[in-house]
């Protein structure tokens, strides 16, 4: 089941908290680009899209959007001061060096080695893999932001991917609708729950083991 816009943005704004001041983030299409807009404009944040800025700031309020000024999703976006525009080159140039910091990526699965499947269901037809093996390969965080489970119910956090695979080993972190879990040395460790599911709740809907820390946070 998809999720409803408030818990989208509720999934960005606790993301938002992992975003430390002063690095540079790339945020992928989807939950991910609500992300920009609760990142403080003190934090000297930037961002960074495939389609060439750095320097990307939050969403345009409605009426005031430029034509020519979008995200690598075709979302129209602001900029920060300091911002600059560069050729895609350049901008996946600056992935593959490994200038990145943080990638937010969404995704399909998500496996308890930290596999991420986020481009293809086969048989469907979809727009390509875009920047995604390049940005989970050379970022020094990957965020994985996505539902916990699928339309049928099914986990999308398992012990094995079936899905075609972006990357393997891939994923620091996954955040969803019910829960932050940490993806350390293969292992899944549940570091919060979100409001109003309980730790019973995120292990039912989770197709691998979780380590359960003594302490769990909640995020409302």
Not at 137 to 162: A, F, R, W, Y
């Amino acid at each position: 089941m998809g999720l409803g816009i408030e818990t989208r943005h509720r999934i960005a704004r606790r993301a938002a908290l992992e975003i430390d001041r002063g690095t540079i983030v790339n945020l992928g299409i989807g939950i991910p680009t609500l992300v920009a807009d609760y990142i403080p404009n003190d934090h000297g944040v930037m961002l960074h899209t495939e389609n060439g800025i750095l320097g990307m700031g939050g969403s345009p309020e409605k009426g005031k959007e430029d034509g020519n000024l979008s995200n690598a999703g075709g979302y129209p976006v602001t900029l920060i001061s300091g911002a600059s525009y560069f050729d895609s080159a350049t901008a996946f140039g600056i992935i593959r060096r490994g200038l990145l910091d943080i990638t937010v990526l969404g995704a399909l699965e998500v496996s308890e080695r930290g596999d991420i499947a986020n481009w293809i269901v086969p048989g469907k037809r979809v727009p390509g893999m875009g920047g995604a093996i390049d940005l989970a390969q050379k970022s020094k965080k990957v965020i994985v932001l996505m539902n916990h489970t699928d339309k049928e119910g099914n986990p999308k956090i398992v012990k094995q991917c079936k899905l075609p695979l972006t990357v393997q080993k891939g994923a620091h972190m996954i955040i969803t609708e019910k829960a932050v879990i940490d993806v350390m040395d293969g292992k899944l460790v549940l570091r919060e729950i979100m409001h109003p599911y309980t730790v019973d709740d995120v292990v039912k809907s989770t197709g691998a083991s979780l380590e359960i820390l003594d302490q769990i946070g909640t995020f409302q």
